[in-house]
């Protein structure tokens, strides 16, 4: 199964990307009362709460990673990810799924 990336950013207006170490599970969650962006995934931590969303432009979104729209319909209400990549206010994951092992990401 090819793996999916997407990127968190907006990190900057939350705890900053210095909170991840690659390797750390990431909580996704659809935000459908977003007011600015209709296919948000809001992205979460255990004991942070809310560290940033689901890239969703193309200045935003890096390398090979889907964008927010793209993710949007490839998951259910809530899924996981796994950080590949941190950058200074942003990171790369790789999406977690039922048929992959998380030893295995």
Do not use: W
Not at 4 to 27: A, E, R
Not at 28 to 53: H, Q, S
Not at 87 to 94: G, H
């Amino acid at each position: 199964m090819k793996k999916i990336y997407f990127t968190i950013t907006g990190m900057n207006h939350y705890s900053g990307s210095q909170c991840l170490k690659k390797g750390m599970t990431v909580h996704l969650e659809k935000d459908p009362d977003n007011k600015y962006d209709r296919e948000a995934i809001r992205v979460t931590m255990e004991g942070l709460g809310k560290i940033g969303y689901v890239a969703n432009s193309t200045n935003t979104v890096k390398g090979e990673s889907y964008s927010a729209g793209r993710l949007y319909d490839k998951i259910g209400d809530t899924a996981k990810g796994k950080v590949k990549y941190i950058f200074d206010n942003s990171a790369v994951c790789v999406l977690k799924t039922k048929a992959q092992k998380e030893d295995v990401l």
